[in-house]
């Protein structure tokens, strides 16, 4: 079987210097594919720069909240739906949805989330399912058909593991890929007025992502880069 790789960036939307990061490591890297923030502040221009390079696929990031890790526990930054609540969830995915495809003037091409919460909430995965399944599309970590993998460089206790999104890690990472599709899920961008825990770590991802022997492995390994628009069912 060929070996088929998605390459998407998460968080498209969150910031200009996150969306320019994203579009560069599209451009000159192997980003192949993007999930979109439709509720954050910088969604207008990343909508604008998704037109202008309309082979870069397009789903939605669905964000109903981020929390992060203060002494040892989880603390919301922010949460639009309260865990456990299946009504508004359900009502705030159609609500991005129908965001999404006013900015962009279609449907998204795949479904994932912010902080992966559609894989550790029951509600959250349910409403997900139900839209991929009406959208006919996929689902990150729910598809058959894709095994997905995290690029991420840090630990679970938010220390910086640089190592791990640098160009050896995907040369490996590359190199070694099952027959059948893949996603990688990556984080590259600027870090310019970007409020987060995760930020130098997307500039490594950006240079990462546009490196020379990152780009040659895929051709060497005959890698096929794709994008989740080519899966749409």
């Not at 729910?142 to 999104?165: C, N, T």
Request: glycine share 10%; charged share 25%.
């Amino acid at each position: 079987m060929e070996r088929l790789l998605i390459v998407n960036a998460d968080d498209f939307g969150l910031t200009e210097g996150v969306n320019r990061g994203i579009v560069d490591a599209h451009a000159g890297g192997i980003v192949t594919s993007a999930s979109l923030m439709v509720r954050a502040r910088g969604a207008e221009h990343a909508a604008e720069l998704a037109r202008q390079n309309p082979r870069l696929g397009l789903g939605l990031h669905f964000d109903i909240g981020e929390w992060v890790r203060r002494d040892g526990t989880w603390r919301a930054r922010y949460e639009y739906v309260t865990e456990g609540d299946a009504t508004s969830t359900e009502a705030e995915l159609g609500a991005q949805i129908a965001r999404f495809e006013e900015l962009i003037g279609k449907p998204p091409d795949h479904l994932d989330s912010h902080q992966h919460v559609h894989l550790s909430r029951p509600e959250v995965a349910a409403a997900v399912r139900r839209a991929s399944e009406a959208l006919g599309i996929g689902v990150r970590g729910l598809d058959p058909r894709v095994s997905y993998r995290g690029m991420y460089g840090q630990d679970e206790a938010g220390r910086s593991v640089s190592d791990a999104i640098g160009p050896s890690a995907y040369v490996d990472a590359i190199r070694s890929l099952p027959a059948g599709v893949t996603e990688f899920g990556c984080h590259p961008g600027y870090t310019e007025d970007l409020d987060s825990d995760y930020r130098l770590e997307r500039e490594i991802e950006v240079r990462t992502l546009c490196d020379a022997a990152v780009r040659a492995i895929t051709v060497e390994s005959g890698v096929r880069l794709i994008s989740w628009a080519d899966l749409v069912q």
